[in-house]
């Protein structure tokens, strides 16, 4: 779960917030660090070595595994980018499950990529950069959720470096 939950969806309150990372403080150094709401204990946001992971919306996640659900959170996901890329043109795609089939089978993966598996973000970015800000600044956002039964999250990350999928395992 998440500080987002319960919230409703805002295109223009979200696109602000992804906005706004590009001037977000990021460590140059140091441990992934998950941050959790201090009285619930619910995902806030997540730092690391030049990144900085959010939260912008959650769905109800109560038996929300229909399709309808899926697709309304897609809809969503799509109306942002396409919000995005009124701003910074086109966007790439970035493959989050091959983080998550290295992650499986015991291979190490870029932190920034492990901190959103760890908070169930496995929905493949869309991503821009460099983009301005404080130096080169790379965004993403997801949608996306670990299993059938738990709720959708959109989350945006923001990088000091490139936002690019590991290679993939051998086998693939």
Do not use: N, Y
Not at 141 to 166: E, H, K, Q, Y
């Amino acid at each position: 779960m998440t500080v987002r939950a319960g919230e409703p969806f805002d295109l223009g309150r979200t696109a602000a917030e992804v906005a706004a990372l590009l001037t977000a403080p990021l460590p140059a150094a140091g441990p992934v660090v998950a941050e959790g709401d201090p009285d619930s204990g619910e995902w806030r946001a997540t730092t690391g070595e030049g990144f900085r992971a959010v939260p912008l919306w959650e769905s109800d996640g109560d038996g929300d595994s229909d399709d309808e659900a899926e697709e309304a959170a897609e809809a969503r996901l799509a109306a942002l980018v396409a919000e995005l890329e009124t701003r910074w043109g086109p966007h790439h795609r970035v493959a989050v499950h091959v983080a998550l089939l290295l992650k499986q089978e015991g291979t190490p993966v870029p932190p920034l990529f492990d901190a959103l598996l760890a908070e169930d973000c496995h929905g493949d970015l869309a991503a821009w950069g460099p983009l301005p800000g404080p130096g080169e600044r790379w965004v993403g956002v997801s949608v996306g959720r670990s299993d059938g039964d738990a709720p959708l999250v959109m989350a945006a990350v923001v990088s000091d470096r490139p936002i690019t999928a590991p290679p993939p395992p051998a086998w693939l």
